[in-house]
């Protein structure tokens, strides 16, 4: 199903598929060594950002202005306030909000007005963004549902606000995704040693990687595409590479590292974007 269920995205596609059929070179054997090593980049979960929340007693409505980054690009969401926690995810949906929107870049700033709330701003509730729009949300049970996002009302909040909430990815099988990518080049061979790790995946999952033109905030295109990750039963995964043919070393800035929420089989269907194309981790580049 989900394989069918495409994101607007075609042009992200195209460019992940010329990457994939044009790249340099990666090989899965023992990289190279004596390079040059890069700084650390940390792998934070995506999306990220804040979520300003008021409301008015003249028209009951809550106003939303999402400020965020790190979603598929030109992709659409459902979100929802709902009761009880983060944590817990286990009701209805009582605030709708029109679906909101990413930018070519994947990025989100757009304000949404959501349906009359009488009594303001509910307490004990939280705010979520679902992985697909509402047109193909599904059941709560399907991935479509899949809350990419999410932050708690906090207790004492007035009932008109504003309160500013910071979404982050709600936990997994109790975790959050987080990670490291530490990069070598090695001028000699001309390759690039890739060394990826992360933890707080699903268990026994499988997640596309690359390396990207532009930052986390400004998704860009894919300049090496490098093999899957594989997490084990306890939600752990690494993958160690050498990418071929690389004529210099990464600059200081200007791209990024980005693992996605599926493996590379399924994040495409043709060259639009699945649901499963999602980014979960994301850390940008220092040369």
């Known amino acids: 199903m989900l394989r069918h269920a495409?994101?607007?995205?075609?042009?992200?596609?195209?460019?992940?598929?010329?990457?994939?059929?044009?790249?340099?070179?990666?090989?899965?054997?023992?990289p190279p060594s004596g390079g040059h090593s890069?700084?650390?980049?940390?792998?934070?979960?995506?999306?990220?950002g804040t979520a300003t929340l008021s409301w008015s007693p003249a028209t009951t409505l809550i106003t939303t202005t999402v400020d965020m980054h790190g979603f598929t690009p030109s992709?659409?969401?459902?979100?929802h306030i709902h009761p009880g926690t983060c944590a817990d995810q286990t009701q209805p949906p009582s605030v709708p909000f029109p679906d909101i929107s990413a930018g070519a870049g994947g990025a989100v700033h757009q304000s949404v007005v959501s349906a009359p709330v009488p009594s303001g701003i509910p307490r004990g509730s939280y705010l979520n963004i679902h992985l697909a729009p509402s047109a193909q949300l599904g059941a709560p049970t399907e991935v479509s549902f899949t809350p990419i996002a999410c932050a708690d009302i906090p207790a004492g909040t007035p009932s008109t606000g504003p309160v500013t909430l910071k979404l982050q990815t709600p936990p997994q099988h109790g975790q959050i995704p987080q990670g490291t990518a530490m990069l070598a080049?090695?001028?000699?061979?001309?390759?690039?040693?890739?060394?990826?790790?992360?933890r707080?995946?699903?268990?026994?999952?499988?997640?596309?990687?690359?390396?990207?033109?532009?930052?986390?905030?400004?998704?860009?295109?894919?300049?090496?595409p490098l093999p899957d990750l594989q997490a084990n039963a306890s939600g752990d995964a690494s993958v160690t590479t050498a990418v071929n043919n690389v004529n210099s070393a990464p600059p200081a800035t200007g791209w990024y590292v980005n693992v996605h929420m599926g493996p590379m089989s399924q994040?495409?269907?043709?060259?639009?974007?699945t649901l499963l194309f999602a980014p979960i981790l994301c850390g940008d580049g220092r040369g």
């Open 185 to 198: 080049y090695n001028g000699t061979t001309h390759s690039l040693e890739v060394e990826i790790k992360a």
């Open 267 to 273: 994040i495409l269907n043709g060259n639009s974007p």
């Open 75 to 79: 992709s659409s969401h459902a979100m």
């Open 38 to 48: 890069l700084p650390v980049i940390q792998l934070a979960d995506m999306p990220t």
């Open 6 to 30: 495409a994101v607007c995205l075609a042009a992200a596609g195209a460019l992940i598929s010329a990457a994939c059929s044009n790249s340099s070179g990666t090989s899965s054997s023992s």
């Open 200 to 224: 707080g995946l699903p268990p026994n999952s499988a997640h596309a990687a690359h390396i990207h033109s532009g930052s986390c905030i400004a998704q860009g295109a894919v300049l090496y």
